[in-house]
């Protein structure tokens, strides 16, 4: 106990000398917390925003629908098997939809689209369809009208009020035809949607293909995307072998391969980070032993064991290390929470190329406790295999050279 307590003095003997030692370990604590919100923050908002576009986090599908997406391929919607994938408690919402192409023809000007039936109101929960919405207005359930991406209607040269006609192939090789009025312009930001698709109300596109009461998909929203595979492979079980439950990234594993690679890159970023986060600490420790040389040598002329003074150095290093992890970590929660609030945003030509990939032109902080304390663990464990160094430094001590000036 004495031994604490003489630590505890020790360190404040020369408050300067403590304080920058603290203050290396406070500023390491607070960079490696920051940066790895940042990476878990731009990754979890990268897949949010893939993921509103027009995937949502779970997809179900008839077995053998995603190897052949054609209406063939669809299946009977009911309200007891929406009543079943809500069971699950991790399961926020539903929305069915029936996806199939067709020509979209105005005047002379023709162009292929996928035209996707939907319920207006489920979707936007998911989705967030309505605040895309650029000229006109948004679908109501009882609507007979279609709304239109951006960039197929600059195609047409259409825009809302404006009528188009479809013209495709129907459930069981029915013929698809109809005439429809534009209520409302949507914006994508991925080129690929923003290009190609047409909404309109589940009910009207049933009646277009000739599909009474079939849909291709329902389509899933999560409370806690962290448990996405379990909750899938729950569903799954729940659903039986008729049905196929895929998640986000086996629909788009160019995504998931693109967050994985710059993951692996984040990994050496954060290892430089870290060998910086040793040289600074470091650079405190030898000051210290620099400082304290005579110090040492005096105590140990005058019977210390090498030992005890060992035990000595090592609870200062556990006591400066860890209270300069922990203010690290108190420090580093506001700043967190404030960027992850309010996120760095990039403007010019980058914003732009961001956007025209669907991707918000921000970078946002994750706010997952498990950032705090595993961050604030690695610079401790880092703090205290360096503090190793001083007690090196005392096994090798020579009393009489320590303490010539």
Same mark, same amino acid.
């Given at each position: 106990m004495w031994l604490i307590k003489m630590a505890w003095k020790n360190m404040w003997r020369n408050r300067t000398r403590t304080g920058i030692t603290m203050a290396a @370990?406070?500023?390491? &604590?607070?960079?490696?917390?920051?940066?790895?919100?940042?990476?878990?923050?731009?990754?979890? +908002?990268?897949?949010? =925003?893939? &993921?509103?576009f027009y995937s949502g986090y779970v997809q179900v599908h008839?077995?053998?629908?995603?190897?052949?997406?054609?209406?063939? +391929?669809?299946?009977?919607?009911?309200?007891?098997?929406?009543?079943n994938i809500l069971q699950d408690k991790n399961i926020t919402a539903v929305t069915p939809r029936l996806e199939s192409f067709?020509?979209?023809?105005?005047?002379?000007?023709?162009?292929?689209?996928?035209? &996707?039936?939907?319920?207006?109101?489920?979707?936007?929960?998911?989705?967030?369809?309505?605040?895309?919405?650029?000229?006109?207005?948004?679908?109501?359930?009882?609507?007979?009208?279609?709304?239109?991406? $951006?960039?197929?209607?600059?195609?047409?040269?259409?825009?809302?009020?404006?009528?188009?006609?479809?013209?495709? $192939?129907?459930?069981?090789g029915a013929t698809a035809a109809g005439k429809y009025r534009i209520s409302g312009i949507v914006k994508f930001g991925s080129p690929e949607l923003n290009d190609k698709v047409v909404f309109m109300p589940l009910p009207v596109a049933q009646d277009l293909y000739s599909a009474y009461g079939?849909?291709?998909?329902?389509?899933?929203?999560?409370? =806690?995307?962290?448990?996405?595979?379990?909750?899938?492979?729950a569903l799954q079980s729940?659903?039986? =072998?008729?049905?196929? &439950?895929?998640?986000?990234?086996?629909?788009?594993p160019e995504i998931k391969q693109h967050i994985q690679t710059d993951s692996n890159n984040m990994k050496y970023v954060q290892g430089i980070l870290y060998i910086l986060i040793c040289f600074g600490i470091f650079g405190t420790l030898l000051m210290m032993m620099v400082e304290r040389k005579t110090e040492m040598g005096m105590l140990v002329a005058?019977?210390?064991?090498?030992?005890?003074? @060992?035990?000595?150095?090592?609870?200062?290093?556990?006591?400066?290390v860890l209270t300069g992890c922990i203010l690290g970590i108190a420090a580093s929660i506001p700043l967190v929470?404030?960027? +992850?609030?309010h996120p760095l945003k990039i403007g010019g030509e980058a914003a732009k190329a961001y956007e025209r990939f669907g991707f918000e032109a921000i970078f946002p902080t994750s706010t997952e406790a498990s950032n705090f304390i595993y961050q604030g663990l690695v610079v401790l464990v880092i703090g205290l295999i360096l503090?190793?160094?001083?007690?090196y430094k005392v096994i090798r001590l020579d009393p009489v050279t320590a303490m010539k000036r």
């Open positions: @370990i406070f500023f390491a &604590v607070i960079l490696s917390v920051i940066a790895s919100s940042l990476k878990d923050g731009i990754f979890d +908002n990268l897949v949010k =925003n893939v &993921v509103s008839k077995q053998g629908y995603w190897d052949e997406q054609i209406l063939d +391929n669809s299946f009977g919607s009911s309200a007891a098997t929406e009543q067709a020509l979209v023809s105005s005047e002379e000007i023709t162009r292929g689209a996928l035209v &996707v039936g939907i319920d207006p109101g489920k979707e936007d929960q998911i989705t967030s369809l309505k605040s895309k919405l650029v000229q006109g207005s948004y679908l109501k359930d009882a609507d007979t009208a279609v709304l239109l991406a $951006q960039g197929i209607s600059e195609r047409l040269k259409l825009k809302a009020g404006d009528t188009l006609v479809l013209i495709g $192939q129907g459930y069981h079939m849909v291709t998909s329902y389509i899933l929203s999560l409370r =806690n995307t962290k448990t996405l595979q379990p909750t899938a492979s729940s659903l039986g =072998n008729e049905y196929e &439950v895929m998640t986000w990234d086996e629909i788009m005058i019977g210390m064991k090498k030992s005890k003074l @060992i035990v000595l150095l090592l609870i200062e290093s556990v006591l400066t929470f404030l960027l +992850n609030r503090s190793l160094y001083p007690m």
